[in-house]
């Protein structure tokens, strides 16, 4: 492959034309000067960042689910699924802080992929909404809400979460033609 061949984009992603369609393959990330980045330089990039945050999401996900789905006659069943809800806010706002951070993955997108960028912002307006989806779920946990009512809330927050990451995974991936994972 030749040096031309090579496109770096604002973010610091490295990639080729690959297909008809101008599709992008990632390559280890290099420097402005074309010069491969080390690991741990590479993983600082907001793609990487953006990575971390959905493991990090992905576990409070998966915290809120399995406390919601235990009994809720169970002793400390509210106060076990308030402290998912907490900690699933907290990934929730790392999210959002960390990608629409100034020099995040939605900039990055926007300055690499600008076709892209309605997309873009219908990803970053879901986040006001997933944001009271959670909250609504943690102020009928204090209230008088019964359990089956409290989980409904819980399942349309997780279910708008979910529908989120899958956005924010097809975005990535049509920008990138790469698979941020499922984490």
């Known amino acids: 492959m030749t040096r031309a061949a090579l496109v770096t984009f604002a973010s610091g992603v490295t990639a080729t034309p690959r297909g008809q369609l101008s599709k992008l393959v990632l390559h280890a990330s290099c ?3 074309g010069r491969p980045m080390s690991q741990e330089e590479s993983d600082n990039g907001p793609l990487e960042s953006a990575r971390t945050r959905r493991a990090d999401l992905k576990a409070a996900l998966s ?8 009994p809720a006659g169970a002793e400390g069943w509210s106060a076990e699924l308030g402290a998912a809800l907490i900690g699933l806010r907290e990934a929730f ?4 802080r960390e990608v629409e951070d100034p020099e995040g993955l939605l900039d990055a997108l926007r300055d690499d992929a600008p076709h892209l960028s309605h997309q873009i912002n219908e990803v ?3 986040h006001p909404a997933v944001e ?7 102020e009928m946990l ?3 809400a019964t359990p ?4 409904e809330a819980v399942l349309a927050a997780l279910s708008a979460i979910a529908r989120h990451r899958q956005h924010g995974a097809d975005l990535v991936y049509h920008a990138y ?6 984490e």
């Open 63 to 70: 915290a809120v689910e399995i406390a919601a789905a235990s």
């Open 31 to 33: 420097d402005e000067g």
């Open 148 to 151: 089956e009512e409290i989980r």
């Open 132 to 138: 009271a989806q959670i909250d609504e779920a943690s």
């Open 142 to 144: 204090r209230g008088d």
């Open 124 to 126: 970053q307006e879901e």
């Open 177 to 182: 033609s790469v698979d941020i994972g499922g």
């Open 93 to 96: 706002d790392d999210h959002v």
